[in-house]
């Protein structure tokens, strides 16, 4: 089968950094990417790793091992606006891409 | 289209009825993706198609659920005898060849009574 894991929730304060890691098990591996979905909203893409290491774009950065199964994204500078909740998500080939559950990120003032 | 549409943005229907909802991807994109979201919940794969390939529709939940892509471009997911189970958002993503970046419509609520 197929699985992600990823934490249901994660709290921080403004201004802090805050790291949402993801593991997975799959039967094929291309890519590991990031969403962010705000409530009510359509997710919307933040990153991919398909190579091991990170990959950095303005606030958010994203890191990948693809021998330890594992990735994690970075969010720097946290923001009021950055409440939302975020998905990894790994093509497994194809084109065919599984979800992971979300971590649902609360940012306090 | 700038982006991806979809319709109806909410849906109520009674179980047992059957219905349509549509999906109009991004201009150009070759694939297109349908999810479904419970409620606070992640993102199910249901089916998706690329180009002129046969759909993977290994993600579809029953035989109640059908998808069809016409001239490769709008999308109709069909679920049929409708359950109170079915009840959810349902996601439509397309997807330029080469890229890895999914672009999300804004879903359609549907609600089974």
């Known amino acids: 089968g197929q699985s992600l894991e990823q934490p249901s929730e994660v709290t921080a304060v403004e201004g802090a950094i805050v790291q949402i890691n993801c593991t997975y098990q799959?039967?094929?591996?291309?890519?590991l990417s990031w969403y962010q979905q705000h409530d009510g909203g359509a997710p919307t893409f933040l990153s991919y790793n398909a190579l091991d290491g990170l990959e950095e774009t303005g606030r958010f950065s994203s890191f990948l091992s693809r021998s330890d199964s594992y990735g994690y994204l970075l969010l720097q500078e946290l923001q009021m606006k950055d409440s939302a909740s975020y998905f990894c998500?790994?093509?497994?080939?194809?084109?065919?891409?599984?979800f992971g559950a979300g971590t649902r990120l609360f940012v306090k003032a | 289209g700038a982006g991806v549409s979809q319709s109806p943005s909410n849906k109520v229907t009674e179980k047992g009825k059957d219905v349509e909802l549509r999906c109009d991807p991004i201009?150009?994109?070759?694939?297109l993706y349908w999810y479904r979201q419970s409620l606070g919940q992640g993102l199910e794969f249901l089916i998706y198609?690329?180009?002129?390939?046969?759909?993977?529709k290994s993600g579809l939940p029953s035989d109640r659920f059908s998808a069809e892509r016409t001239g490769g471009s709008v999308s109709t997911l069909t679920i049929q005898r409708t359950q109170q189970e079915d009840s959810a958002v349902y996601l439509c993503?397309?997807?330029?060849?080469?890229?890895?970046?999914?672009?999300f419509g804004p879903g359609t609520r549907l609600t089974v009574l």
């Open positions: 198609f690329q180009g002129n390939s046969a759909p993977d």
């Open positions: 998500a790994v093509a497994i080939g194809g084109f065919k891409t599984i």
């Open positions: 201009s150009g994109h070759t694939a």
């Open positions: 799959t039967s094929g591996f291309y890519g």
């Open positions: 993503a397309s997807k330029s060849a080469g890229t890895d970046t999914q672009y």
